[in-house]
């Protein structure tokens, strides 16, 4: 009965009032339109940018726990983040994540307008401590035009400079053994401000095999060396280890949900092999920025990387010594009607990659020895043209180039291989009409174009795949934007038709190795919804903040032209996507200190193979977080505790899609808790 209570609760709320994420500090959530956008070089209110784009700031990835980006992304419409262990994650945007069986794929990551994303197209974003992002800014479907070659969006995440100079310290601690804490200094002057971060986080997971510990340290910098110039330094390194324990079959999963995936035929257990991943990851970053006069602009950044990467898997033991580097640079021309932005973007990646026997976690005979190097970079242009009676056009599109070459050095003669993908032009069109000031129309047009990232041209199978091939998109889109009475409800609507050819899946050897393949055709369409309310409150009242929101997605995602052991699979709902999710929240503070921020989401079943033969269950979860915070002159206490899962569904989160023997489940934690305190002093 409380089921059913909860789920039209949030039903209702979905239907009839909703929140704008795209701004959440206090003194601007009741205005729609006031941050000021990145994406795409706009820099310029939501209000006024012709394309799907959300912000989070830092109340929005506050709401939770401090653990992880996952409950926060996942309250945007159109984004799923999953979690198959402690620090496993997968992030897919507009249902991508049908070719990633983990990691970020497919998905461009920025930090601090510095790619992220390596040259093979992988993405460590489980390296990151939360406390070290302040921002994000999530493009929805290709944003090839500006950012490169890829169609399933872009995730931003940037650090905001401090406001004052002083030190935080911050503790958590929750259940399956969840501890973690981190110490921060800021420094801020007329001329400089820095950040330096150290954070501890590690778990022992609900499952067996699922262990994690990560420590983290980051460094921000920022120096204004004249009144049009200024250099920012960045640097993160992060030391990760987390265990994996592989997917269960809806047997195991129903009678046991906490083990691990046991031995089966001629494979041992993940227990009995160890199976871990372990990432060593140094990255350090440049941007120089210099404002030549009123209309001319750069900024130009370069960073390099170096990762050793571990993972002793069930099937071997993988080794790899990764080093990477890159640069971007961006003009902008202010013309008095309009902007033009043009820039590149460039990055190579070098790879040696060793493969043993597992000898239950030890690294065993030498089964092969690779060298993979990446070199991809691409050109782009934008210019947009403020036109007569509020109209809003942009024209933009890029240029991308990717090769990647290979060479064994285990075979004898030597193997070498190379994929050099033609040079692509992805262009994009966008419009929008301010037809007041609270209330926009916009649509756009545009084609995204995907290479195979390294992991699919040499998967864990073993062998390079030559014949793999980009896949192409193109994508419809049309939303509205607006707010009402006195901007206190607000919405933000966008439909669209995305359909991508060529498309990439997994699949698997008898042996449970991964490959790929091109699969035909698909038809993506969809909508994206969110609503908020957020009252006007009369300064004397107790509340100094209340907030009710929903956001929504409908997803419509099918194979076209797809024909797998001789039998067509047309019309198939497309592998890994929920049809239909809803979130809905309510947040609310008193002057005296006391908040709470509640949080339900309803997912929709989810098939599990492209056959359509199986589907993970549908699931409901309730979860909130109750906190006093205050501040008294330089000293900030906020003291809180949350719970997750309340109703204690059983439900996988980060299925493993088309897997060998039906092995799809990775068993998300039941209810859990957790507590903590923040501690912050400021310097006058």
């Known amino acids: 009965m409380i089921r059913r209570f909860i789920i039209f609760l949030c039903t209702t709320l979905s239907l009839s009032a909703v929140a704008q994420h795209e701004n959440t500090f206090a003194d601007t959530t009741r205005v729609l339109g006031e941050v000021t956008i990145q994406a795409y070089q706009y820099d310029r209110p939501l209000s006024e940018i012709p394309a799907s ?9 506050a709401r939770f726990s401090d653990a992880s980006l996952l409950s926060s992304l996942n309250t945007v419409p159109g984004v799923r983040m ?22 970020v794929r497919n998905v461009k990551v920025y930090w601090n307008d510095l790619p992220f994303t390596d040259a093979g ?9 939360l406390q070290a992002v302040q921002q994000a800014e999530i493009i929805k479907g290709p944003g090839t035009s500006v950012y490169g070659a890829g169609t399933g969006g872009v995730l931003m995440l940037n650090n905001a400079p401090p406001v004052q100079s002083g030190v935080d310290i911050s503790t958590l601690v929750g259940s399956y053994g969840l501890r973690r804490y981190d110490v921060q200094a800021r420094v801020k002057s007329d001329k400089a401000y820095s950040r330096l971060l150290y954070a501890h986080q590690e778990a022992d997971g609900y499952r067996q095999q699922t262990g994690m510990a990560r420590d983290a340290v980051q460094l921000q910098s920022n120096f204004t060396l004249s009144d049009k110039s200024a250099l920012s330094v960045y640097m993160l390194y992060s030391d990760l280890l987390y265990q994996t324990p592989g997917a269960l079959t809806k047997q195991q999963y129903d009678e ?31 941007s120089y920025q210099h404002q030549w006069n009123n209309r001319w602009s750069n900024r130009t950044g370069f960073y390099g990387t170096l990762t050793q990467f571990d993972n002793p898997t069930i099937r071997n033991y993988e080794r790899r010594a990764e080093q990477g580097f890159g640069g971007r640079t961006s003009t902008a021309y202010n013309f008095v009607k309009g902007k033009l932005t043009f820039g590149g973007e460039f990055q190579h990646s070098f790879s040696p990659v060793r493969v043993y026997d597992n000898n239950q976690g030890q690294s065993g005979a030498l089964q092969t020895d690779d060298e993979i190097a990446i070199t991809t970079y691409f050109a782009f242009a934008q210019t947009e043209f403020f036109l007569p009676a509020n109209f809003f056009l942009t024209l933009g599109g890029s240029i ?13 003669p030597n193997v070498t291989g190379d994929s050099d993908f033609d040079a692509v ?6 419009l929008l009409k301010k037809l007041s000031d609270n209330l926009s129309l916009h649509g756009s047009f545009s084609q995204g174009y995907s290479p195979p990232t390294v992991q699919e041209l040499y998967p864990s199978a073993g062998f390079f795949d030559t014949s793999l091939k980009p896949e192409r998109g193109t994508n419809f889109e049309a939303g509205i934007r607006g707010a009402w009475f006195h901007k206190t409800l607000s919405v933000d609507a966008v439909v669209y038709n995305f359909g991508l050819r060529e498309t990439i899946v997994i699949r698997h050897t008898d042996d449970g190795g991964e490959y790929f393949i091109n699969a035909g055709k698909t038809s993506q369409q969809g909508a994206e919804v969110v609503i908020a309310w957020t009252p006007n409150l009369n300064p004397s009242s107790a509340l100094s903040n209340i907030r009710a929101w929903t956001s929504l997605t409908w997803n419509r995602y099918t194979f076209e032209d797809y024909v797998k052991d001789n039998v067509s699979l047309d019309g198939n709902d497309l592998t890994g996507v929920s049809p239909n999710v809803r979130v809905a929240g309510f947040d609310i503070a008193l002057r005296a200190g006391l908040y ?18 199986a589907y993970a269950d549908s699931y409901m979860l ?33 299925n493993d899609l088309n897997a060998v023997g039906s092995r799809y489940y990775n068993t998300a934690m039941p209810v859990n808790y957790y507590a903590g305190v923040k501690l912050g002093w400021s310097f006058l």
């Open 596 to 613: 709470l921020n509640a949080t339900g989401t309803y997912t929709d079943r989810i098939p599990l193979d492209d056959a359509n033969t």
């Open 425 to 430: 032009f992805s262009p994009r069109i966008a």
């Open 256 to 286: 046991d949900p906490k083990q691990a995936r046991p031995a089966g035929g001629p494979n041992p257990g993940a227990i009995d092999q160890h199976a871990t991943i372990y990432n060593k990851t140094f990255y350090s970053g440049l």
């Open 622 to 654: 309730i979860g909130g977080k109750l906190g006093y915070k205050k501040t008294w002159n330089q000293l900030t206490l906020d003291v809180f505790t949350g719970i997750d899962n309340a109703l204690d569904e059983r439900y996988s989160l980060g």
């Open 53 to 61: 784009v959300a912000f989070l700031g830092q109340r929005d990835l």
């Open 400 to 412: 991308n180039k990717l090769k990647v070459d290979f060479k064994r050095y285990s075979d004898v």
């Open 82 to 103: 999953e979690e198959r262990s402690p620090g496993s994650y997968r992030l897919a945007i507009r249902g991508s994540a049908v070719r990633s069986p983990f990691g």
């Open 121 to 129: 197209g992988n993405t460590y974003l489980n390296l990151f401590d």
